[in-house]
């Protein structure tokens, strides 16, 4: 009961801060200088004052400001997320065609990289002293501060170019027709490297995250009371330090999973992948309000639902928080 | 030499396969090329897929494969029949006439006459971007089905190049013509065409699936079973791609690094032919209206400053040619009979102190800013930061504006906000479409890019270039471009400074690669893989 009392807050609290994002978002947006008319212009290598005017009169680029806000704003509350001036396309479709490409990159990437950071972090702190340890910590450092386009391209070039096991960009190859296994195995070549790529910049976050909190840990009374009741160290470790440890780890891995969107850009566009990065990318270039827009609106929501559900995870693993909100 | 059996037998079954493959009918032979795919890559990517109210490269790659024209372009200038069987320019230039073929039809089985044929032209005309194409056209009368008139306001030779390549693709009035707006119809992403290609599948900023269309109207081809052309995000990737042999052709590859490295590769050919009729000129452009630039003598002491070889050999790796006015150099009409601005620091000093502006005791005369198009970082951003440290030799205090992307840039130069600014502009074929509207005093619109954003204003040149237009004798144009030219490199609203380097990769199993004057803008219905 309480838990539905909860959750209700979050989202009453959420609807009023998803509308004043819509309503920053686009303005905002309208800031950066030029409009898809001139885009369409340089585009199509020139072309005529009407032409322009038509285009502008056609998204109604001519209205005042804030009369194309309220346009706006009644499409979103009936859920029509408008046509990108760009493609003449629905919104919806071109987002939700991008959306599965990039949850199935960020969640590949998350997931390993979550695992295996612990599991490192985990192991280095057992021996806080050792070589293993300080490797562990030198790697995350390197990793989390090698810009990811750079770690990108020399991934590709060793490993899909030099080396050629894996294919050099995009999701999938378009010569494999139907569904079925040769098709689920070929998406997952292409994306072996983009998820490694993107994985290495959490790896670094998670193994430097999970030492750093099992150390804590391990330092705690219920740690010694448990050692000194004979318990082996497999048990201390796994069953009783770790849960606690995790906490943590959930925390930023939730959140994280919320902003996913935008880290993966710099990913999706060496790789090609087309996702809703690279969407937002173009969409950005070629002043494509609605679309830019709709990403963003996503964006925001996915946001908020990761923070509720990271908070409803959180409670579920430690019974210790008080349902009452802390 | 003793011709014994094995030289005999070796002999006799030679022959017997060269009787065999010279009496072979020829639809044999074009069995043999059918088949396989042909995968493009690109880093551009179309908004939609209809060319007459889209111009630009994106849409025309696509473009050209699903929708036919009248006429098509061969490496020579030459035009041949394509939906047109034949055509004829009257006499007094007044009139074209077109015989369509019979057999043509649309990829959804209707088919396609001259109503469609006046429909897409008159389309084109209203919605193109290009106005100077059919500005003339005054109607297109069809008194029969296979029958197509233009009548035109006076003489217009450039409308020969005009129905070719992306620029009069016909297209299906019973789908366009139901009064939805053309420029955002949805069929522009779904298209019914007429071209040598069906569309399977459009993933817009992601790739585009075409077919064969068995139904086309030149028996026996196109010879490729499927085309992919994928959108690559970063230019690099894309030509490891090509290294690689995922993708088997890339065509307009400009950046030096990579036609070099491609070069390298024995499965590639590289080739820089196949784009004669786009004529890309890079350029520094002037605004004639600010300060010191409206001195024509401070304009052309800046492009003596410039070492257009230095930028070449050493910016651009000596993959490009130098530009050295208004009309590309593979164009017929183009003259190297120009003044020349070979680099010459002193001469450049003795006009800017003749133009009655001094060094100062620091050295400098003025100041000026220069912006760049973002994203060519060889052919703009390299040029315009040389350009600073190669004035300064003359005195002139340059600064390099950035803009972060292409609108901003854009807005800018289309509002004439800028003093110096690098740019790029097409030709497209016949000077009437890409030239003109660089430099006529009527084309000064503010707001406009591409337009004649330098303001520069010649009456005498207005004039040549209106006779040019309208001149049906070959040798005359020639003279009266000739004279265009002269003139406008020695008022240099514009210095010159090179060719972009398109070139083509592609793998060398390729046979009847796309290298008329048009390049991939071109129907590929005669490429195939050799086997």
């Not at chain 1, 285009?55 to 109604?60: L, S, V, W």
């Not at chain 2, 396989?36 to 111009?55: F, M």
């Given at each position: 009961m309480r838990v539905l009392g909860i959750v209700a807050r979050r989202l009453a609290y959420a609807a009023a801060l998803i509308l004043a994002v819509i309503v920053l978002n686009f303005l905002l947006v309208h800031l950066a200088p030029g409009d898809p008319a001139e885009v369409i212009a340089g585009e199509m290598g020139g072309t005529t004052q009407e032409i322009l005017a038509e285009?502008?009169?056609?998204?109604?680029l001519d209205k005042p400001l804030h009369e194309q806000l309220f346009i706006y704003l009644?499409?979103?509350?009936?859920?029509?997320?408008?046509?990108?001036?760009?493609?003449?396309?629905?919104?919806?479709?071109?987002?939700?065609?991008?959306?599965?490409?990039?949850?199935?990159?960020?969640?590949?990437?998350?997931?390993?990289?979550?695992?295996?950071?612990?599991?490192?972090?985990?192991?280095?702190?057992?021996?806080?002293?050792?070589?293993?340890?300080?490797?562990?910590?030198?790697?995350?450092?390197?990793?989390?501060?090698?810009?990811?386009?750079?770690?990108?391209?020399?991934?590709?070039?060793?490993?899909?170019?030099?080396?050629?096991?894996?294919?050099?960009?995009?999701?999938?190859?378009?010569?494999?027709?139907?569904?079925?296994?040769?098709?689920?195995?070929?998406?997952?070549?292409?994306?072996?490297?983009p998820a490694f790529t993107l994985g290495i910049i959490y790896l670094a976050q998670y193994s430097r995250l999970a030492r750093a909190s099992m150390l804590e840990v391990l330092g705690a009374d219920y740690i010694r009371t448990a050692r000194a009741k004979g318990l082996s160290e497999r048990v201390v470790v796994g069953k009783h330090a770790l849960r606690n440890a995790i906490l943590p780890i959930i925390t930023i891995a939730g959140l994280q999973f919320g902003g996913l969107i935008s880290g993966a850009v710099l990913v999706e566009t060496v790789f090609s992948w087309p996702g809703l990065g690279t969407l937002a990318l173009d969409?950005?270039?070629?002043?494509?309000?609605?679309?830019?827009?709709?990403?963003?609106?996503?964006?925001?929501?996915?946001?908020?639902?990761?923070?509720?559900?990271?908070?409803?995870?959180?409670?579920?693993?430690?019974?210790?928080?008080?349902?009452?909100?802390? | 030499m003793t011709l014994t059996t094995k030289t005999l037998?070796?002999?006799?079954?030679?022959?017997?396969?060269?009787?065999?493959?010279?009496?072979?009918?020829?639809?044999?032979?074009?069995?043999?090329?059918?088949?396989?795919?042909?995968?493009?890559?690109?880093?551009?990517?179309?908004?939609?897929?209809?060319?007459?109210?889209?111009?630009?490269?994106?849409?025309?790659?696509?473009?050209?494969?699903?929708?036919?024209?009248?006429?098509?372009?061969?490496?020579?200038?030459?035009?041949?029949?394509?939906?047109?069987?034949?055509?004829?320019?009257?006499?007094?230039?007044?009139?074209?006439?077109?015989?369509?073929?019979?057999?043509?039809?649309?990829?959804?089985?209707?088919?396609?006459?001259?109503?469609?044929?006046?429909?897409?032209?008159?389309?084109?005309?209203?919605?193109?971007?290009?106005?100077?194409?059919?500005?003339?056209?005054?109607?297109?009368?069809?008194?029969?089905?296979?029958?197509?008139?233009?009548r035109l306001a006076h003489p217009h030779p450039a409308i020969l190049l005009a129905m070719s390549s992306a620029l009069l693709p016909v297209i299906p009035k019973h789908i366009y013509g139901d009064g939805q707006d053309i420029r955002s119809h949805p069929a522009n992403s779904k298209p019914v065409g007429s071209g040598p290609f069906k569309l399977v599948e459009f993933n817009p900023g992601q790739d585009i699936i075409l077919e064969r269309n068995a139904d086309y109207f030149m028996p026996g081809k196109p010879y490729l079973d499927r085309i992919i052309i994928r959108n690559?995000?970063?230019?690099?990737?894309?030509?490891?791609?090509?290294?690689?042999?995922?993708?088997?052709?890339?065509?307009?590859?400009?950046?030096?690094?990579?036609?070099?490295?491609?070069?390298?590769?024995?499965?590639?050919?590289?080739?820089?032919?196949?784009?004669?009729?786009?004529?890309?000129?890079?350029?520094?452009?002037?605004?004639?209206?600010?300060?010191?630039?409206?001195?024509?003598?401070?304009?052309?002491?800046?492009?003596?400053?410039?070492?257009?070889?230095?930028?070449?050999?050493?910016?651009?790796?000596?993959?490009?040619?130098?530009?050295?006015?208004?009309?590309?150099?593979?164009?017929?009409?183009?003259?190297?009979?120009?003044?020349?601005?070979?680099?010459?620091?002193?001469?450049?000093?003795?006009?800017?102190?003749?133009?009655?502006?001094?060094?100062?005791?620091?050295?400098?005369?003025?100041?000026?800013?220069?912006?760049?198009?973002?994203?060519?970082?060889e052919q703009q951003k390299s040029i315009a930061e040389y350009l600073r440290s190669q004035l300064k030799k003359v005195g002139i205090a340059l600064t390099v504006r950035a803009a972060p992307d292409f609108p901003t840039w854009a807005k800018r130069v289309s509002t004439h906000d800028f003093d110096l600014t690098m740019d790029v502009v097409f030709n497209w074929g016949d000077p009437v479409i890409g030239v003109h509207r660089t430099y006529l005093c009527s084309n000064i619109k503010m707001g406009v890019i591409w337009s004649n954003t330098q303001s520069y204003c010649n009456p005498k040149v207005d004039a040549i270039l209106d006779r040019a237009g309208k001149e049906t004798d070959q040798a005359k144009r020639v003279a009266l471009y000739k004279e265009f030219q002269k003139i406008v490199v020695d008022e240099v609203p514009l210095a010159y400074v090179n060719l972009l380097p398109y070139h083509t990769a592609y793998n060398k199993k390729i046979g009847n690669p796309p290298l008329s004057i048009w390049g991939a803008m071109a129907p590929l219905d005669e490429v195939y893989w050799k086997k």
């Open positions: 285009i502008r009169h056609a998204y109604g009644g499409r979103i509350l009936r859920g029509d997320l408008g046509q990108s001036f760009y493609y003449n396309l629905p919104v919806a479709d071109l987002i939700l065609g991008r959306l599965g490409a990039t949850l199935l990159l960020v969640v590949a990437a998350l997931v390993w990289s979550v695992v295996i950071g612990t599991f490192l972090g985990v192991i280095a702190a057992r021996r806080p002293d050792s070589p293993f340890s300080h490797f562990i910590t030198i790697l995350s450092l390197v990793g989390y501060a090698a810009p990811v386009f750079w770690t990108g391209i020399v991934l590709v070039i060793i490993f899909a170019w030099l080396i050629p096991i894996f294919p050099i960009a995009g999701m999938a190859d378009a010569g494999i027709e139907g569904g079925g296994l040769a098709k689920a195995f070929d998406i997952a070549r292409h994306l072996f490297l969409a950005i270039l070629g002043r494509d309000y609605p679309t830019i827009l709709g990403i963003l609106f996503l964006s925001a929501v996915m946001v908020i639902i990761a923070n509720i559900l990271t908070d409803l995870c959180y409670r579920l693993a430690d019974p210790r928080i008080d349902t009452g909100g802390r | 037998s070796a002999l006799i079954l030679a022959t017997g396969f060269g009787l065999a493959a010279a009496l072979s009918p020829p639809s044999a032979i074009a069995a043999e090329k059918r088949g396989g795919t042909l995968v493009i890559g690109s880093t551009q990517k179309p908004r939609h897929l209809n060319p007459a109210v889209q111009s630009g490269i994106a849409t025309a790659v696509p473009g050209t494969q699903i929708f036919a024209t009248p006429l098509r372009f061969d490496e020579n200038w030459n035009p041949s029949p394509y939906l047109a069987e034949s055509w004829e320019v009257s006499g007094d230039g007044l009139s074209v006439t077109l015989r369509l073929r019979k057999n043509a039809r649309f990829h959804d089985g209707a088919p396609i006459t001259s109503e469609d044929l006046a429909f897409s032209l008159m389309t084109v005309k209203e919605n193109h971007p290009f106005k100077a194409m059919f500005a003339p056209v005054t109607a297109v009368e069809t008194p029969d089905p296979q029958t197509a008139i233009i690559y995000k970063d230019a690099t990737s894309l030509a490891l791609a090509v290294d690689k042999g995922e993708v088997d052709m890339y065509p307009f590859l400009a950046a030096a690094r990579d036609i070099n490295r491609l070069k390298k590769n024995d499965n590639l050919v590289v080739t820089s032919k196949g784009y004669a009729a786009v004529g890309p000129i890079n350029w520094l452009a002037f605004n004639t209206t600010k300060g010191v630039l409206k001195d024509k003598r401070v304009r052309k002491a800046i492009a003596y400053a410039m070492d257009r070889d230095f930028i070449v050999n050493a910016l651009q790796g000596g993959a490009s040619t130098p530009a050295t006015g208004p009309i590309a150099n593979d164009s017929p009409f183009y003259t190297g009979d120009v003044e020349r601005y070979d680099v010459d620091l002193d001469k450049a000093n003795a006009l800017l102190d003749e133009a009655g502006l001094p060094r100062a005791g620091d050295g400098s005369r003025f100041a000026l800013t220069i912006d760049y198009i973002p994203g060519l970082p």
